[in-house]
């Protein structure tokens, strides 16, 4: 594989077990959470504040608040999707690896772009054997406002919309084949790519 | 396979030519266009009525024709709509098949749904490579009216949004590696299928 891998996902499909998996196939590297961490080395943005606004758009329902001005939320927001996608180009410079999330299949033009997602029930299950104390039903409450933050994140930096098949190569509900079969069925596409 | 195997297609990307290896390759039945005849069978709407209005919506932007009153358009359409459901029911009842186009994805409850497409420049290559007398332009042109016709029907007569990934298991951009690479991905995804 000579391209940037990158992964889009519904939270709890597996996205982060398939780019993880990926990266080993293929003895290159694997960011997620890490690009968090890159983007502090920066030093413009304290890590506290990078991980509190990670994928998480302007929230410009909250007018009304006093705490966080509007300009300065949209301001600081933008300056670390900025940061975030300086990270993911210079990383893209330096040869394939894979990157999960952050709108990374719209900031680099030359990726391959997969999208992995997967019904409700079948993510509140994957996402209760590791939590057993949250209930199935406060388990998908959760699911669904994290996926609505990943939405809004993506549309309001790319204009696309998320989870639109045409802006990715490969789409795989993983419900159906599980982790490894989606590994298996994402080599055989990548075998083709030129 | 086990299951009713439903193709939804941009016009172009090669999904009849991907069903037809599918069909062959688990050696079951395959339609598309074939589902007209069958549905002509029935005998209550004419062949050539079903030919012309094949995946078509009404037209309900046409009020002002005395031609064809929309009373009259719309009821037919559903007609038709109805007797082709009933169609890919009665073939799905009879076991695993392709079906290719016509809403079989949302109509039947429990088929593999797959979804093809491909940027724009491939498919007009495509389609050239069987049509030279047609500029690229006017390839375009014609390829963009179909497609926006298939978006209208499937998102008058589901409700859904046409392209969109979760309505499908496993979605495809045939541009990066052609019908065969297709062809061995869906292989790699269904030998996992449950």
New interface residues.
């Given amino acids: 594989m000579n391209k940037v891998i990158t992964i889009s996902r ?1 939270y709890g499909s597996g996205g982060r077990e398939l780019g993880i998996k990926l990266s080993e196939a293929f003895g290159i590297p694997f960011y997620d959470k890490e690009l968090i961490a890159l983007a502090a080395q920066d030093g413009k943005v304290e890590k506290s504040i990078l991980q509190i606004n990670d994928e998480v758009s302007p929230d410009l329902t909250s007018y009304s608040s006093y705490a966080v001005p509007p300009h300065y939320q949209i301001a600081m927001s933008h300056q670390i999707f900025d940061l975030q996608s300086k990270v993911i180009r210079e990383l893209a410079a330096k040869g394939p690896c894979v990157i999960v999330g952050r709108c990374a299949d719209s900031i680099l033009d030359d990726s ?1 772009n997969l ?1 992995i ?1 997967s019904d409700i029930k079948y993510r509140v299950q994957r996402k209760r054997e590791i939590d057993r104390d949250t209930p199935p039903a406060k388990m998908e409450e959760f699911i669904r406002s994290i996926d609505k933050k990943r939405k809004e994140y993506y549309e309001y930096y790319t204009g696309k ?1 998320w ?4 802006h ?6 993983s419900g ?3 982790i ?2 989606c590994l ?2 994402a ?3 990548i ?4």
Wanted: hydrophobic share 40%.
């Fill in positions: 519904e391959f999208f997602y919309i989870g639109m098949a045409s990715y190569h490969l789409c795989l509900d159906l084949v599980g490894d079969g298996e069925t080599l055989a596409y075998k083709h790519v030129n």
